[in-house]
């Protein structure tokens, strides 16, 4: 596994800056999450910023993993809107959209997944309803996908309709039900989640979801709680987690997600990657 640090906890650096400053530190990786000023599609000088950022990450030998859960970017004034289960057709249209453009960004950075997830659905919609708009959004997804041969990564949310790993393994089943082919949708797992909706021991369904896994984001957290907190200050027992990555030998990137600390973001990348750096070394020592 790659230490990684997610770009949402980094919200008042350029991202040029926010490669230097995590490579200093000693993170082998970086989760960016598309935002104004960080990879922004819409933006005019786009094209200009994806070849300053891709040179960058080779000079240092960062890996990425393109992230699209920023908050404000569709929309400025609700939360994460629109999403793959918003309720009309053409806001839909326009996450799967944004979508395609984050998989051909990734593919120009040579990143490893998309992460993604369903979003929250507001109008009241059943199940079996909103699974439908979920499952008609993917499909172009993962065609997009397959065409530039990369892989996504969805990530069970608290509050969203896909919000636990349960979910996300109905999700792939029905896809597959349906004639869809899933080789390219993995599995995002947050530390932090399992840990607020109580999907415990965590190491256990670490290793139950070690053929699916593409991703991981890493945090502390208390259980109910869905506030990602600085380690040492919730209630997860970090030793087991690692140790079950390594034993299944995950390879990918472990994104430390400190998405309310990027007031102190230098501060807080160097005490997550202190905390985590020696529990690393000791599992890639036992294990070699």
């Known amino acids: 596994m790659r230490l990684a640090y997610n770009t949402n906890g980094l919200a008042h650096h350029d991202l040029i800056a926010a490669i230097d400053l995590l490579t200093t530190i000693g993170y082998q990786g970086i989760g960016i999450t598309l935002d104004h000023g960080v990879l922004n599609p819409f933006e005019s000088h ?24 920023a908050r404000y970017l569709l929309n400025p004034r609700v939360k994460h809107e629109p999403t793959l289960v918003s309720p009309e057709p053409a806001a839909r249209a326009r996450r799967v959209d944004f979508l395609r453009q984050a998989i051909d960004i990734a593919s120009q950075l040579d990143a490893r997944c998309v992460s993604l997830w369903s979003g929250i659905v507001h109008d009241g919609a059943g199940q079996p309803a909103a699974f439908d708009r979920l499952i008609e959004s993917l499909v ?20 969203m309709l896909v919000d636990t790993l349960a979910a996300y393994n109905q999700l792939v089943t029905r896809l597959e039900s349906g004639g869809v082919n899933t080789d390219r949708l993995g599995l995002t ?7 607020c909706l109580q999907e415990l021991p965590i190491s256990s369904k670490i290793r139950e979801s070690a053929t699916q896994l593409a991703n991981v ?4 957290m208390n259980a109910g709680i869905h506030e990602h907190l600085m380690f040492g200050e919730g ?8 140790a079950a990555l390594a034993e299944i030998r995950y390879d990918g990137l472990l994104s430390v997600e400190l998405s309310r600390h990027s007031h102190e973001g230098p ?15 000791s599992v890639t020592t036992k294990s070699t």
């Open 189 to 195: 797992i947050d530390v932090g989640h399992l840990h």
């Open 217 to 220: 984001h890493i945090e502390d």
């Open 267 to 281: 501060l807080a990348a160097q005490k997550a990657y202190d905390f985590l750096r020696p529990m690393i070394d």
């Open 46 to 69: 786009f094209e200009d910023q994806l070849g300053r950022v891709s040179e960058s990450l080779a000079e240092n030998g960062l890996e990425c993993v393109i992230e699209t859960g």
């Open 140 to 159: 172009p997804v993962l065609a997009h996908a397959d065409a530039k041969s990369m892989d996504l990564a969805f990530e069970p949310e608290p509050g």
């Open 235 to 242: 209630q997860i027992d970090f030793p087991p987690v690692i």
